[in-house]
Every structure is written in C-alpha cells, then in structure tokens.
C-alpha cells in the first residue's frame, strides 16, 4: 500500500470568502500530495498568489506562493492509503497534466453549479476539489460519495478512507508536521509570518 495526502485550506481571498459564505463549510480549498513531505501540493488555483486570475492547474507549496505569504492559513491534512496500482495511476494523470498545464483552466461555472449540487462537466476545466475527486475515481483509489462535479473539499473529511493526521495552520504544519515525518530537513525552511489585513 501507498500513502497519498489531501491539504484542505480556507484562505482569505475574495473567491474563498465567497465560497465560505454560501456553503458555511470550514474549508474551501483542496489540493492532493503524494508524498508526506508535501512539498508540491497539486490543484487547480490561481496561478500567481497575488492576483486571482489566471487560474489552472498548479503546484502548491506550504513554503511558497499563497500559503508561504499567509502562513496562518487554516489547514488539515488528511492521509489515504491506496493500492501501489491506484498511486502510479495518480501519479501518471498528474504528471501527464503538469506536462500540458497550459491547456488546463479553472472552472469558475463548475465551482459556480457545485455550490447549488448541480453536475457540471467541461473537458480540461476543473475546480480543486472537482479534480482530485476525477484522480481518485479515475485510479480506483476509492469510492466517492457522488459525482467528483459535485465534491467540496469539506466533503474528504466526512469519507472513512481518510485519517485526519494534521489540524492547524500553514506555520505549524511546517514547523512541527513536516519537520517530525522529515527530520532530515534541517533546516526549516523560513517563510514570512504575518496576519491577514
């Protein structure tokens, strides 16, 4: 068996606010990791940190972009173990993706008609949670609830695969999560700590 890791966040942008609003869920962001270093986060999101679009498929880092400049970000990360054949076929579609990122785009109207639990699916247009909920289908990893249109990010916390290892912010999941399962990286990376306006 391997493990595979779900990062769930709630940010202080405009979009997440939204989201926030309308759905009352704790969580509004979700991005998926392969090894528990977490060190690349992958999602669809926006693309630079400072500005909300253009947005597509992206690599996260709890060191860098948008978690690196707010570092207490909310956060829970969460644990799946799967079969050696469905971690190689995630690993596969995420790299096939990364190879052709350009061609993928944030699904705003997918983000839009998920809120309101209609299914919506447009070819290379995802939304964060829309897109790992495809992987995990797609691979076998596990059965999801209803249609991967359909998942919120909130919605991994509620499925008994998944093992809540991490609840806290973007600081401590550097400073303690990470740094305990990799000791050997010493030393810790140093990201600005500061609240949000």
């Keep these: 068996m391997k493990s595979i890791y779900i990062v769930l966040t709630k940010t202080g942008t405009a979009l997440s606010r939204a989201i926030g609003f309308v759905t009352s869920e704790p969580y509004t962001h979700a991005s ?18 400072e500005k909300p679009l253009p947005a597509g498929f992206t690599i996260e880092s709890p060191y860098s972009g ?11 990360v969460y644990e799946l173990k799967v079969t050696k054949s469905a971690y190689y076929k995630i690993k596969q579609k995420i790299s096939n993706m990364n190879k052709e990122a350009w061609k993928y785009r944030y699904s705003i109207l997918g983000t839009v008609y998920c809120m309101f639990h209609i299914k919506h699916k447009r070819p290379n ?16 990893a596990v059965t999801l609830p209803k249609h991967e249109s359909l998942m919120h990010p909130v919605d991994y916390r509620s499925m008994p695969e998944f093992k809540l290892i991490y609840h806290g912010n973007v600081h401590g999941l550097i400073t303690y999560y990470i740094h305990q399962m990799n000791p050997e990286k010493n030393p810790i990376p140093q990201i600005p700590f500061r609240k949000f306006a």
């Design 32 to 49: 998926i990791s392969l090894d528990s270093s977490l060190e690349a986060l992958y999602t669809f999101s926006r693309l630079q940190p």
């Design 66 to 76: 948008y978690m690196g400049l707010h570092p207490d970000t909310a956060c829970e």
């Design 125 to 140: 247009y995802y939304f964060c949670s829309q897109f790992i909920g495809e992987l995990l289908k797609e691979s076998g």
